[in-house]
């Protein structure tokens, strides 16, 4: 049967909707049959990009079935001309921060384009030689993850050139959760671009539909947006990456961990980068934070320079913690032991403020407010954007 495409382009089989439908009405859903994320639906894609010069942003995570999107595409002889790399890069090998190069790939010998470091949106000049940008990439879920301030500017350069721009959709492993402050857009930067929450529970395809549907870019109304959703997928299922995202969320639980830890970034406290287990620890040389011992060293492509490298640090180990979404509590009485000790914990309080979208989160913790009260001056907002986002969710 032919697909079912809406007015902002979004595909999914006919048949598909059918079944759901008749499921739901017998009360039998379809967790039982495995996700299938949008790369893998190459049926609903494949005669998009016949007689296109096609462009990919991509990394690591760009899987189907187990072969990479441009080899997978290179093998059905679609004309892929280039790759656009983002933070970490195109085989996902670069440090956090560290700027990403144009290159040649060696494999293929296709150009990669930077959209990370000096210039985070290609030149017309470059997006004169495309039909068609494919963004498949998987992200967090989390605000200030960067995958999506790329999507974001990879959508307004096609916009400016006419460019179509397609979304093969992939699960949230944090999409369970909508928490967190709303960003202030005088807190907007590359770590926090739109005025959603930290955790804003959606997906990329969802995201872009949204960013377009609110015009969060400049002549978003004229981007012909095409978005291949996932079957057999809600946003209430636990869901593994079977690829890293990036060389510091190597697993399921850096990935929980993720949206609470990274607060950390901004103060004295390690999180475990130059270790195994980055994102899964917490750890400090002066302030004993716990009785866990581990000591940062500096790792090529992961953690060339890691935060208190080769400094024996105490502190917490979050390998088994049961912990998910926004924890608030260990931020919290991490500033108060710092506190205690008559040391600065917020030294960076200008990237706590990107990373939280707006001050009043780090002056709730000086002020000693509890996490319950801190997250219920959020709630009005988060019902809002909850709202707001509705006519954009895909699941």
């Known amino acids: 049967m032919a697909p ?30 495995p996700i299938q994320v949008g790369a893998t639906q190459s049926a609903l894609y494949l005669p998009l990009l016949e007689n296109k010069r096609v462009a990919l942003v991509v990394n690591q995570t760009s899987r189907v079935n187990g072969q990479h999107l441009v080899d997978f595409l290179l093998a059905k002889e679609v004309n892929v ?5 983002p933070e970490h890069g195109f085989r996902g090998d670069h440090d956090a921060g560290a700027y990403v190069n144009n290159d040649i790939d060696s494999k293929t010998g296709l150009p990669i384009t930077s959209i990370y470091g000096q210039h985070k949106k290609p030149p017309k000049h470059i997006m004169d030689q495309v039909d068609m940008v494919i963004f498949d990439i998987q992200d967090v879920g989390v605000r200030f993850y960067t995958y999506i301030s790329s999507m974001h500017y990879m959508m ?24 967190g402050p709303i960003l202030d857009p005088a807190y907007q930067s590359f770590v926090g671009m739109h005025p959603i929450p930290v955790l804003h529970g959606m997906t990329v395809a969802e995201l872009a539909r949204m960013i377009k549907g609110e015009s969060w870019f ?44 990274c607060f950390f970034e901004a103060t004295p406290v390690s999180v475990g980068r130059g270790t195994d287990f980055p994102f899964q620890v917490i750890g400090h040389n002066q302030v004993p934070l716990g009785d866990f011992a581990f000591t940062p060293e500096s790792r090529t492509g992961a953690a060339l320079h890691p935060k208190l490298q080769d400094k024996a640090l105490l502190g917490i180990d979050l390998r088994t913690s049961s912990q998910q979404g926004l924890d608030l509590q260990l931020l919290i009485s991490t500033y108060q032991q710092f506190k205690a000790a008559n040391l600065n914990f917020f030294e960076r309080a200008d990237f706590m403020d990107k990373l939280a979208g707006t001050k009043e989160l780090r ?27 509705q006519p954009y969710l895909l699941y």
């Open 81 to 85: 001309v280039r790759i656009f790399a």
């Open 363 to 389: 002056l709730a913790i000086e002020q000693g407010k509890s996490a319950k009260q801190i997250k219920q001056s959020w709630q009005s907002e988060l019902q809002a954007f909850k709202q707001q986002r």
């Open 4 to 33: 079912k495409v809406s007015s902002m382009g979004f595909i999914q089989p006919f048949w598909l909707v059918v079944l759901a439908i008749l499921l739901s009405a017998c009360g039998s859903p379809l967790v039982s049959h």
């Open 218 to 261: 400049k002549n978003a109304d004229s981007l012909d947006l095409i978005t291949i959703a996932n079957t057999h997928y809600n946003r209430n299922m636990s869901y593994v990456l079977p690829v890293a995202p990036s060389p510091n969320l190597p697993n399921h639980q850096a990935v929980q961990l993720y949206p609470s830890l």
């Open 156 to 179: 307004e350069a096609a916009a400016e050139s006419s460019t179509p721009f397609m979304v093969l959709d992939r699960p949230n492993p944090n999409g369970r959760f909508t928490d």
